[in-house]
């Protein structure tokens, strides 16, 4: 069974930062691709970014130039930067893994951009 922790998430303003970090229960992210979603309120969930299991990294236009995927197989971990928030990219964000078709989600981590 694979567990995932999304952590990092809080409250920021306008324009600030925050990591992400996605830690999984075993060493599985250096033979696997890893999403990282996000849902707002009232909205379905969407693709952010994602990594593939030989470092290739792709953005939704959302978080094309702000926002920054990457991984630590020593640490389980992966994660996501976000630079230029703004209000819009509240969210609850997930983090994703497929294993032999099998999809397993994080349990989520809030994000608020507000003044």
């Known amino acids: 069974q694979v567990q995932l922790v999304e952590s990092g998430g809080g409250l920021v303003q306008p324009g600030g930062s925050l990591r992400l970090s996605c830690t999984a229960s075993?060493?599985?992210?250096?033979?696997?691709?890893v999403d990282w979603y996000r849902q707002a309120p009232g909205k379905q969930r969407e693709l952010v970014a994602f990594?593939?299991?030989?470092?290739?990294?792709g953005y939704t236009e959302p978080a094309k130039g702000r926002f920054t995927i990457s991984r630590d197989n020593a640490k389980n971990t992966v994660y996501l930067q976000m630079n230029s928030l703004n209000p819009d990219d509240s969210g609850v964000y997930y983090c994703?893994?497929?294993?032999?078709?099998?999809?397993?989600w994080g349990q989520g981590t809030q994000v608020t951009v507000s003044s």
């Open positions: 990594i593939t299991r030989s470092g290739n990294t």
């Open positions: 994703k893994v497929t294993i032999s078709g099998v999809t397993y």
């Open positions: 075993g060493s599985i992210f250096s033979f696997y691709a």
